[in-house]
């Protein structure tokens, strides 16, 4: 589907059907002309109004935030997706800033036009081909086009490479192994000449005495890799590396999981896949960042020679770990990556994204990713930036008392908590443990386990996968480089 814009007044723009807006309730503003309508519905401008005989679909939208114009996109889509129509036209809703506005508007209707019917005998056609922006503004405002343009431009290439995401998670575990997902880095790598990808295998891993992370492997037919990917731009102010738990399916090992919490564990790997959409997106968007995805790619299976609970496991980087439960796995393959990308990549800023505790979507719910780490300057930030991408972010603090939690009494620490209090806290601490002293200030954990794969629609965003961390990341490293620009950093 094409989003595009148009320098026209929304009245001479040919279209199939019209969306309007109406922000903050008011149904007296220049676009609104179905009074008598709303007066029969009794609409009160706080919901939404489709007129098919109209051919109109009204929204209300409570401010000119770029979430609010960009939930409003994706609902008023929705609702007119399955008509017999083929284009839909809507006047501009420019706020503080044009580009992040119309890059918002666009993000809406783009994620809401996803959907993984692959596996579906009858599939239902959208026919909607295109959607036209007009550079008539809601309030007179003159509108910058070229900034428009590039903020459609952004949504473009954000939208595309969230649902690059979206189709690795939603992906089957039958189909979607490790050696899959070596494939498809392998594969978008060929269309973009400033991304390069190395792949290692079982025998490096063991070179490298990735303990831990081949632990987890053991038991699995698929052998494990980890994949490394470097974008590198043609001027780079920063280095900045992203790690991602890669479990393509995670059973809870002898730990295994009851029956019901197996289901969706496809969605394990969505760490690593949205490592892989950050460098995608970041490559086109032509970011000033030299950047890498680091991703530990790996099955948490059973069998006779799986890891037990009671081993202990000697980590790349020396650190002993006492396994009490090999559900658990997540944060043993971080544990090896995040001490190798350190050693290997000497980042400036370091990310790590994992579906990694039921403990955080008990917390936050199942729509906010925690976001830790030891700098509350850098989580702030993260948070403050990642803001307008529309996803919902919570700083969850480390303290010293839940440090002692993870104490063992054989080896230098126990792979989960002695209690069952604050576990999405003690497993961020758990992978500070592995994070040197010179980049405790840069790192930065985010666990995305609730919004990654959500069994109902929500937002912008169909039922399964959301492509969790990609938009918060990449709206973080746009914003980031604005202020290099302008010498704020």
């Known amino acids: 589907m094409l989003v595009e814009l148009a320098d026209k007044n929304v009245a001479d723009i040919a279209a199939d059907y019209e969306i309007i807006f109406i922000v903050n309730k008011d149904l007296g503003h220049r676009f609104v002309t179905d009074l008598a309508d709303f007066e029969l519905h009794s609409y009160k401008g706080d919901k939404l109004l489709n007129l098919p005989s109209k051919r109109k679909v009204y929204v209300g939208i409570k401010e000119l935030t770029p979430n609010s114009i960009r939930l409003a996109s994706a609902l008023a889509f929705n609702a007119i997706k399955e008509l017999n129509i083929t284009s839909v036209k809507i006047a501009s809703y420019s706020g503080d800033c044009t580009k992040i506005s119309f890059q918002a508007i666009a993000e809406g ?4 036009n996803y959907k993984f019917d692959r596996y579906k005998s009858e599939k239902k056609d959208i026919k909607i081909e295109k959607i036209i922006i007009s550079t008539e503004d809601y309030n007179s405002k003159k509108i910058a086009i070229d900034e428009a343009q590039i903020g459609l431009d952004h949504a473009r290439i954000i939208s595309e490479a969230t649902n690059f995401v979206r189709d690795i998670v939603n992906e089957t575990p039958e189909i979607y192994t490790p050696q899959k997902m ?10 973009s000449a400033n991304i390069e990808c190395v792949v290692h295998d079982e025998h490096y891993l063991k070179s490298q005495n990735m303990n831990a992370f081949l632990a987890v492997n053991r038991a699995s037919v698929h052998p494990p890799r980890l994949i490394h990917l470097k974008y590198t731009p043609k001027n ?18 002898l730990s295994l999981k009851p029956a019901d919490y197996m289901v969706t564990m496809k969605s394990d790997k969505s760490g690593a896949a949205a490592a892989m959409g950050i460098i995608k997106a970041a490559a086109k968007m032509e970011l000033p960042f030299e950047i890498h995805a680091v991703l ?3 099955e948490n299976m059973i069998g006779g020679n799986a890891y037990k609970p009671d081993d202990v496991l000697v980590t790349r980087s020396g650190i002993t770990v006492e396994v009490k439960n090999t559900d658990a796995e997540g944060r043993l393959v971080l544990a090896d990556c995040l001490d190798w990308a350190q050693s290997q990549l000497k980042p400036e800023l370091l990310i790590d994204m994992a579906t990694l505790t039921g403990a955080c979507v008990v917390g936050l719910g199942e729509y906010t990713s925690g976001v830790m780490g030891n700098s509350y300057e850098l989580q702030s930030e993260f948070k403050d930036f990642a803001s307008k991408s529309g996803e919902y972010l919570t700083i969850l603090e480390f303290n010293d008392h839940l440090r002692e939690l993870i104490k063992s009494d054989i080896a230098d620490i126990s792979n989960i908590s002695s209690s069952r209090y604050g576990g999405a806290i003690t497993a961020g601490i758990f992978l500070d443990k592995f994070i040197k002293d010179e980049y405790k200030d840069k790192w930065l954990h ?8 959500v069994g109902k629609a929500w937002g912008c965003n169909p039922t399964g996968a959301s492509g ?3 938009r918060a990341c990449l709206y973080y490293l746009q914003k980031l480089a604005r202020n290099y620009e302008k010498g704020e950093k």
């Open 109 to 112: 209707f783009l994620l809401a």
């Open 182 to 191: 070596v494939q498809d880095a392998k594969d978008f790598c060929l269309g």
């Open 236 to 253: 780079s102010i920063k280095r900045i590396v992203f790690v991602g738990k890669g479990l393509t399916y995670d059973s809870g090992g």
């Open 296 to 298: 530990g790619v790996t």
């Open 446 to 453: 985010l666990d995305i386990a609730g919004p990654a794969y």
């Open 468 to 470: 969790a961390g990609v």
